[in-house]
């Protein structure tokens, strides 16, 4: 099982980051996927997820409006568009996998956005 962000990296405020996380090992159509984030010196929070079907997202209250999840079923993909970046989006940011009992992690990307 392997999940593989990418796109990270430095944004100055008000910028737009799209990160993408490419899953294998698993039936990825099956799962429930989730992008957390860990800022520093700070306990990982859940900003958003989708379901299986992509049907159905959800957002923490700090991101909606700005952020947009989605998936592409057929590429074993799920994607995080962050729009007007504020310094406080600063962290480490993770993709997960759930269903049931399992669920699957990430190794992370670091998003910086600072002037």
């Known amino acids: 099982v392997q999940l593989v962000e990418s796109g990270g990296g430095l944004v100055q405020p008000g910028g737009s980051l799209r990160l993408s996380c490419a899953a294998s090992?698993?039936?990825?159509?099956?799962?429930?996927m989730n992008w957390y984030r860990q800022p520093p010196g700070k306990e990982r929070e859940l900003v958003a997820g989708?379901?299986?079907?992509?049907?159905?997202?959800n957002y923490a209250d700090s991101v909606k409006g700005r952020f947009t999840i989605s998936r592409d079923n057929a590429k074993n993909t799920v994607y995080l568009e962050m729009n007007i970046l504020k310094p406080e989006d600063t962290a480490v940011y993770y993709c997960?996998?759930?269903?049931?009992?399992?669920?699957?992690w990430g190794q992370g990307t670091q998003v910086t956005v600072s002037s």
């Open positions: 090992g698993f039936t990825f159509s099956s799962y429930y």
């Open positions: 989708i379901t299986s079907d992509g049907g159905i997202t």
């Open positions: 997960n996998a759930r269903r049931s009992f399992y669920t699957y």
